[in-house]
């Protein structure tokens, strides 16, 4: 391997962590993560997804970056120098980031025609009913805005490991932790009354995040907030797209795993954690108990609303989301950009510059198909899972459902039984490292998490409810 001696390398410890931070706090974090909170009881929701976190993301998380350091490989062919008859897990591993890419990036560009919106003084156009749907059903604009999204995350990614990826993350990360932060505390103070003469506050908002709610808790209802924030968790640490493996391959052999571990999943945690303290009280003051949502309804529909209700105020504070929003979505399609980018460098031993264009025009163009999807490809498919879909999120479902619980269901067994956890915790403790959840981690990655991942696929596949 004399690519090896020459691989790039994270410039310390920190930037690794920032650049890890900066791929798992993304869209998953704001529009999804706020919402389950709200719905699965606040409180048990939270103490649920910390526990699980502990325990199920930490094994997932550990293995792939120890994996990526170890072989110094991206995913694609990281997996086969632990057994070649896995080799295909590498390729299902880069396949996910190559779906995923044009997708992540179109709705990039959704978030910067907001941003667009309201830094020129439009905000209140964003409003209107009917706003969204015909700005992602034109034809042109969307994909003019997606290009430019996928552009930016071309050039970080372009430029490399030290001078692009850990450069943006290290200044990026920050600034949108307290950007996040000043929203949330502004949320809490928020009062509101409406026609009906009703008067709901932020700090009412906050109660229905953080107290557990048990009310009609059931066991078969508690087993669905569980699959709820294992399937959130799983997502939100960016595994099983090869993201991880790559990173880790760039990360020094003095650097101490365990501890970067906890740190990249205390970052993910506590900005999804300000997320909600930033979204439930503000959705809760100004729209009630009933107007919890997720995913784009929630980020293109409702925050504007609530933006607009706030009064002058609103554009500054809307500014202050889309661009922190802006920050945590390029953050991640630069990660995501990465694994496959460093995977055709391996693999076909591509310069970093080919690669990554090679890359770029595949995205643009099914990306492309993404954005026509709403308009000259537009059609409704029911997916097993009962959503209705367009190309968009059969893709969604494609990757988060089914290919990346198989490819994580496929590492457990490589690296529980095939390879044996010894050569993950080798890595691990390479200078001696303290590691301190050995033994968990064993009983996770040969028993529990495999179990929990299979529950979640069959779920996904409509095999069980
Ligand atoms: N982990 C990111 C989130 O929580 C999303 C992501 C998905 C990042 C795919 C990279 C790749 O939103």
């Not at 554009?315 to 945590?328: E, K, N, P, Q, S």
């Amino acid at each position: 391997m004399e690519k090896n001696n020459s691989r790039s390398t994270f410039t310390s410890s920190l930037g690794f962590v920032f650049a890890a931070a900066g791929s798992a706090v993304g869209l998953g974090n704001i529009w999804r993560f706020p919402y389950l909170a709200a719905k699965d009881g606040g409180g048990l929701f939270l103490v649920t997804y910390v526990v699980l976190a502990l325990t199920f993301g930490f094994a997932l998380l550990t293995t792939e970056i120890a994996l990526g350091r170890k072989t110094r490989q991206s995913p694609l062919t990281a997996y086969k120098q632990l057994s070649a008859k896995w080799s295909w897990i590498g390729i299902v591993a880069c396949l996910v980031p190559a779906i995923i890419l044009p997708y992540y990036s179109v709705i990039g560009g959704w978030i910067l025609k907001y941003l667009a919106e309201f830094l020129t003084g439009n905000a209140a156009s964003t409003v209107a009913d009917g706003y969204f749907t015909g700005f992602i059903t034109a034809q042109w604009a969307p994909i003019i805005w997606f290009a430019i999204f996928l552009l930016a995350t071309m050039l970080v990614v372009y430029k490399g490991v030290q001078q692009g990826i850990e450069r943006l993350s290290k200044v990026l990360m920050p600034v949108l932790l307290v950007l996040i932060l000043c929203i949330a505390i502004f949320s809490l103070t928020l009062t509101h009354t409406d026609e009906a003469g009703v008067t709901r506050t932020g700090l009412q908002g906050l109660a229905i995040y953080l107290i557990p709610n048990f009310e009609g808790m059931t066991l078969s209802k508690f087993l669905g907030v569980l699959t709820d924030a294992m399937g959130q968790l799983f997502f939100s640490i960016s595994v099983a797209m090869g993201i991880m493996i790559a990173y880790g391959s760039y990360v020094s052999k003095e650097t101490n795993l365990v501890q970067s571990v906890n740190r990249i999943e205390f970052f993910d945690t506590l900005v999804a954690f300000l997320a909600g303290l930033m979204i439930i009280p503000a959705v809760y003051t100004f729209m009630g108990p009933e107007g919890m949502s997720s995913g784009p309804s929630l980020m293109f529909i409702s925050m504007p609303k609530i933006f607009s209700a706030m009064g002058g105020i609103g554009i500054v504070v809307g500014i202050a989301f889309f661009v922190m929003v802006t920050f945590a979505a390029l953050t991640s399609s630069v990660s995501i950009m990465e694994a496959v980018t460093s995977s055709f460098m391996d693999e076909f031993h591509l310069k970093r510059k080919t690669s990554v264009l090679l890359v770029t025009l595949g995205a643009f163009i099914m990306g492309t198909i993404v954005c026509l999807g709403y308009n000259l490809f537009y059609f409704d498919l029911t997916l097993p899972n009962g959503a209705v879909g367009q190309i968009l999120d059969i893709l969604d479902y494609a990757s988060n459902n089914i290919l990346m619980p198989l490819v994580s269901i496929a590492t457990c067994i490589l690296v529980g039984w095939v390879a044996k956890p010894k050569a993950i915790i080798d890595e691990i403790t390479l200078n001696g490292e303290r590691f301190p959840r050995e033994k968990l981690y064993v009983v996770m990655v040969k028993y529990v998490t495999p179990i929990m991942l299979l529950f979640l696929l069959l779920q996904s596949l409509g095999i069980v409810k």
